[in-house]
Nanobody
């Protein structure tokens, strides 16, 4: 089974940027779908973005135009570039692969 480790979270001011990384323990080349979810305090976990078959991409309306999901198969890593961050983006961000594995999560806090 693949293990997923997220990194790149932190505290950022509104309007700032962060890049999250999700490093997989084995090749992601044959994984059909990789995704980023987030969970804010008191809210359900929600899908932020995913990439399927290496090229089909989905974004939640709330992040469209601000976030970009990408993969680097040579590094077995999935990224989430987050720009123009808003306080409502504050959450724990989780990486997911369609075999059912989750990463441990990384905290993103957007605050002045």
């Amino acid at each position: 089974q693949v293990q997923l480790v997220e990194s790149g979270g932190g505290l950022v001011q509104p309007g700032g940027s962060l890049r999250l990384s999700c490093a997989a323990s084995k090749s992601i080349f044959r994984i059909y779908r990789m995704a980023w979810y987030r969970q804010a305090p008191g809210k359900q976990r929600e899908l932020v973005a995913d990439i399927s078959s290496g090229s089909r991409i989905y974004y939640a309306d709330s992040v469209k135009g601000r976030f970009t999901i990408s993969t680097d198969n040579a590094k077995n890593t999935v990224y989430l570039q987050m720009n123009s961050l808003k306080p409502e983006d504050t959450a724990v961000y989780y990486c997911y692969e369609d075999g059912g594995r989750w990463g441990q999560g990384t905290q993103v806090t957007v605050s002045s």
